[in-house]
């Protein structure tokens, strides 16, 4: 069969349909709730993308916006015969307009059936945050490090900053308040296992136990040395929650999955970047992404028919939850836990506070 475009240079092909058929198709269950995907309108950049920042870090090079439209026939092509529902965010970047862009992801999801995020900075008061989650569509928020302030010099000027700094307590009161979603990417260069981060996460749930907290990415846990130092002081507290989004290591989700229960995981995509075709390697507490495009970050490629066997990132990473699982015996229900139930659970308790009635 033909190649069908999926997003940015990546395709559909051959290798992903028989990719499917062999680790997912009779696995998967037919309905999925991705908890953390990102829809953007390209038409609200306000600054482009230059060569300079590609260089700068590999995200900048795959993460072109994707359009509501775009994202949901992509969807349709990588989750064949399944049922799927997204809770959506922006792209969370001073690059693109922050409030058109709210506006523009909740219309969208709201006429596809999905639950939209808002991003926040860190300046706006408590009214308006809280004009953002009373729009219809809109469960939570989605803060992000990046969003303090614009460098054009580099992507993580803030990496180091506090969560209460791009996060203030005014903006948790506000979420606590009306028991909203709050997708949570932890900053600093050490990740979740950084003190202040593990402090500061327990201190959010202390101070503001309405909120609906969801580690975003296992808490940037991409390693098992990250996985093994982070999770389990975070692991005793039963209304925390954790997405797996991009995480492909089998090693991080099995940590996840024994630390922290599949009733307390809920599946991502991180999409589009997860359409990207290739594999990730681990080395101590940094990785290397492989892949058969000729970005900048990709100098050390594999041989051509390596390459040849590539599937999608987001196809690796299930791969990779579907190993542990089986690994743990992990059945049915634990499966329907962390592909739908889970969220779908977090999302009732959101509309309820919110007083909407179009329950999933």
């Known amino acids: 069969m033909e190649p069908i475009p999926l997003h940015h240079v990546w ?10 058929r062999e680790h997912l198709a009779d696995w998967l269950p037919e309905q999925i709730v991705d908890a953390h995907t990102h829809v953007t309108n390209p038409a609200h950049r306000l600054e482009r ?35 799927v529902t997204c809770v959506a965010m922006g792209s969370p970047s001073l690059a693109f307009d922050i409030e058109a862009g709210n506006e523009y992801l909740r219309t969208e999801s709201r006429q596809r059936g999905w639950h939209a995020l808002a991003l926040v900075r860190p300046q706006w008061g408590p009214d308006r945050v809280a ?17 303090i302030g614009r460098d054009a010099a580099t992507r993580d000027r803030h990496l180091e900053a506090g969560i209460f700094e791009f996060l203030p307590h005014h903006i948790l009161e506000v979420l606590d308040e009306r028991g909203a979603w709050l997708t949570l990417h932890v900053p600093r260069a050490d990740r979740l296992p950084h003190p202040d981060n593990i402090r500061q996460v327990k201190e959010i749930r202390r ?36 997405d797996n989004s991009a995480v492909l290591n089998p090693a991080v989700h099995r940590i996840a999955l024994e630390q922290i229960g599949p009733e307390r995981i809920l599946y991502g995509t991180d999409n589009p970047v997860f359409y990207m075709r290739g594999r990730r390697q681990w080395h101590g507490t940094t990785y290397v992404n492989r892949t058969s495009h000729d970005f900048h970050f990709n100098k050390e490629r594999e041989a051509p028919e390596v390459e040849a066997t590539y599937t999608l990132y987001m196809y690796e990473a299930l791969r990779a939850i579907k190993c542990v699982c089986d690994e743990l015996g992990l059945g049915e229900r634990e499966l329907r836990a962390i592909f739908r139930d889970n969220a779908q659970r977090l999302i009732r308790s959101v509309l309820r506070a919110k007083g909407d009635t179009n329950t999933p």
């Open 49 to 83: 993308m230059t060569e300079e920042m590609r260089r700068q870090y590999w995200v900048n090079e795959v993460s072109e916006p994707i359009d509501g439209a775009t994202a949901e026939r992509c969807i349709r092509t990588v989750f064949p015969a399944r049922q």
């Open 207 to 242: 101070l503001y136990p309405r909120i609906v907290l969801v580690i975003a990415h296992l808490g940037r846990c991409y390693t098992e040395q990250h996985a093994r130092a982070g999770l389990p002081p975070l692991a005793d507290d039963p209304g925390l929650y954790f």
């Open 131 to 147: 004009a953002e989650l009373a729009k219809p569509g809109v469960i939570g928020v989605k803060p992000y490090y990046s969003l």
């Open 11 to 20: 395709d559909y092909r051959d290798v992903d349909r028989a990719f499917w």
